[in-house]
């Protein structure tokens, strides 16, 4: 039913309540026309809407589980920054309560169980109850403080600061040269995403603490060139205290230079307050390890684990030792998933965990063993379902979890999810009212068959009031990682409900290489960038335009890093399907690219290895986009990040350079501050300006 025939509903609907007298009626009436209102003034989303919604993050809960809180990050156009306060609301309902309103951001870092807020700001440590007492400073660190960690018996502290190792700068080697700047260097891990290594490490440092006194710390990583937490997402989630507070582990991948270019072995370490010393709990885990959660009664340690060195999208699995025993189990090694998240349930008996799966995100439970040498395997309960992702798992609470969700069409809100009902009820509802002023853009799944007979999943997002008996230009939407799911999670970028606000039909195809479709489907990209993944795009779009409402003369492709790939891989090979390009730190000429990207772990396997060992030149030629530019013809606009390492700012320039000669509109959108993303708001805005204004030109 389009937007006209749903007024003329309303609006007999109110002719007939205005015909009673009776009050109840009246009131019927008051509310019609309040609705009838309210969906007259909708409007369409617009990038500007988009920057003015409140960024909601969940902080914690109190001891009892009955409040959370949360933080808001609200953004600036005219000082171009956000500010970040903290909320306080009950987990079973209420209104949201200003907890924090100083200039600049606080996140917390504990809830004690008298109720104190621990928290961040300004690098400080702060205390505030939360009855609602004036706010204590309790440190006062020159430098300040980071990824913070109290034990648990509040006696000793953790916290990472940057030590210079080694003098990759000029001014460290040469003190005489204050005025230089120059980087020299001797071995690979020379930068990284977006900095250069100028021989400073993020270490972890252990001291004592009392009433907010430091006392002299202990740095775990003394003179050693590596990072904890690691670089360079990494934050105080790789640092936890055992519950007696007598050790504490951290998460390092101890390697340099080319080793650590080419390796992701990070292991958990445990430091041991008393003897000092310091033992490997991972070692011979060769993939990532990391995310250590002990239980609350401290009798057993999970934490997150791949299996394979060098494949940064492995099957990520959860383990749990016996802290006593020994024992060790891989609670998920038999189920056909990865995991990206994991929580301990209360009493120890259970973990509650977040999975993709099936185009969403949604949450998972599994059984502890109380024996871990059980050699039956544990079972795995899917627990919510909708068209909804269960982003992440706060805690839990009387009657269920609280936890975070988004959709396609709403940024991040807080829920209870009831345990008995398998029902999300919201929390916050921070955007709710900005929300109801848009139209609403209707979002389907839809099953394709595949160029080799699998079924493929896309979602479809329509414009509002749309109608089937017109036509829409229409884009593809390429998905980067390349093995990251297109599931309902929410971007400020990359947001088809504001493309969709703008007239477009989106289709985002599940192609191979997206988790949630079982292993072999995740793992099926590597090597083979340009191969089926590719025809499961072409296979996707065909499909679509059967439809009558799309307008086959006016499709584009869209995406970013490996959807900018993507589309630079489908400028070559779409045979006319497609009258526009647009992309996005994509990677043009693998060759260039396998020299100058930092993770060589992952070009190595997913790529096969470099360009100069022949076993690859199916990867460097057949699957290399700069290979087949004798087909280019089609307009292209291209962004690129001048700070961005991962796919280096060559790769736009070779592409951009290549259009322009060949005589092809294109379009060069150069960001020399941004990285991989686009951060800042008002170049954000620019993207975004550029991005919709070059659909206008050639779609």
């Not at 297109?486 to 400020?492: A, I, K, P, V």
Request: hydrophobic content about 35%.
């Amino acid at each position: 039913m389009n937007r006209v025939s749903i007024l003329t509903v309303l609006l007999l609907m109110g002719a007939s309540a205005m015909g009673q007298r009776a009050p109840e009626k009246n009131i019927e009436k008051s509310v019609l026309t309040s609705k009838i209102n309210n969906y007259l003034n909708k409007r369409v989303m617009s990038s500007e809407d988009l920057w003015k919604l409140g960024r909601v993050s969940a902080e914690g809960l109190s001891a009892d589980g009955s409040i959370l809180i949360y933080g808001v990050s609200n953004y600036s156009f005219e000082e171009n920054k956000s500010e970040k306060n903290l909320y306080t609301i009950p987990t079973q309902g209420g209104i949201g309560k200003e907890f924090t309103n100083e200039s600049g951001g606080e996140s917390v870092v504990e809830i004690t169980s008298d109720n104190d807020v621990i928290y961040l700001y300004k690098g400080q440590i702060w205390k505030k109850n939360l009855s609602g007492t004036s706010p204590v400073q309790l440190t006062d660190v020159e430098g300040g403080l980071s990824n913070v960690k109290l034990s648990p018996d509040k006696k000793h502290i953790i916290y990472s600061k940057q030590v210079l190792i080694n003098k990759n700068h000029s001014k460290d080697k040469y003190v005489d040269l204050t005025k230089s700047n120059v980087y020299i260097y001797d071995n690979l891990d020379y930068r990284h995403w977006d900095s250069e290594n100028d021989g400073r490490f993020n270490h972890p440092f252990v001291a004592s603490y009392e009433n907010g006194k430091i006392g002299e710390a202990i740095d775990l990583l003394e003179g050693q060139p590596f990072y904890s937490p690691t670089a360079p997402f990494g934050g105080s989630e790789d640092f936890t205290w055992a519950p007696d507070s007598k050790s504490v582990l951290y998460v390092c991948k101890k390697k340099y230079g080319n080793d650590y270019a080419t390796s992701t072995n990070t292991d958990i370490y445990q430091y041991n307050l008393q003897t000092k010393v310091t033992s490997n709990l991972t070692d011979g885990m060769l993939g990532y390890d990391n995310h250590p959660i002990y239980n609350t009664a401290g009798n057993r340690l999970a934490w997150m684990s791949m299996k394979t060195d060098g494949y940064e999208a492995d099957k990520n699995d959860i383990i749990v030792v016996d802290a006593v025993s020994g024992a060790k189990l891989n609670l998920t090694g038999h189920w056909d998933e990865t995991v990206n998240s994991f929580t301990w349930s209360k009493d120890g008996k259970r973990i509650y965990f977040v999975a993709p799966t099936k185009g969403t995100v949604q949450l998972f439970v599994v059984d502890v063993p109380t024996n871990l040498n059980i050699r039956s395997l544990p079972v795995i309960q899917q627990l919510s379902n909708g068209q909804f992702d269960v982003s992440g798992i706060v805690g839990e609470t009387k009657g269920g979890l609280v936890v975070t969700s988004t959709k396609m069409t709403q940024a991040t809100e807080i829920y209870l999810f009831n345990l008995k009902t398998k029902l999300l009820s919201p929390i916050t509802t921070v955007n709710d009212a900005k929300y109801a002023q848009f139209e609403e853009t209707k979002v389907e799944g839809r099953f394709t068959k595949a160029s080799d007979g699998e079924d493929l999943f896309s979602w479809v997002i329509y414009p509002p009031d749309f109608d089937p008996k017109k036509k829409y230009p229409t884009l593809l939407f390429c998905q980067g990682g390349p093995q990251s799911a297109t599931t309902q999670g929410y971007s400020f970028r990359w947001n088809f409900q504001l493309m969709a606000s703008q007239g477009y039909i989106v289709i985002l195809p599940n192609r191979r290489g997206m988790p949630g479709w079982g292993t072999k489907w995740n793992k099926d990209i590597s090597k083979d960038w340009g191969g089926q993944p590719i025809r499961d795009y072409l296979s996707a779009i065909d499909d679509l335009k059967k439809e009558s409402y799309v307008d086959n003369d006016r499709i584009g492709a869209i995406g970013a890093s490996y959807g900018g790939y993507s589309v630079f891989m489908l400028a070559g090979v779409h045979d006319g399907r497609f009258k526009s390009f647009i992309s996005h730190c994509g990677l043009f000429n693998m060759e260039s690219w396998y020299g100058t990207t930092e993770e060589l772990f992952f070009a190595n396997y997913d790529l096969g290895g470099p360009y100069w060992d022949k076993t690859n030149n199916k990867t460097f030629q057949d699957f290399n986009p700069i290979k087949h530019i004798d087909k280019w013809n089609t307009p292209i606009l291209i962004f690129q990040g001048g700070k961005d390492y991962r796919v280096p700012v060559g790769q736009g320039q070779e592409a951009f350079q290549v259009a322009q000669l060949k005589g092809i509109k294109s379009r060069f959108v150069y960001l020399p501050e941004e990285n991989h993303w686009v951060l800042s708001g008002h170049n954000a805005q620019v993207w975004q300006r550029e991005f919709f204004g070059w659909l206008k030109e050639t779609l």
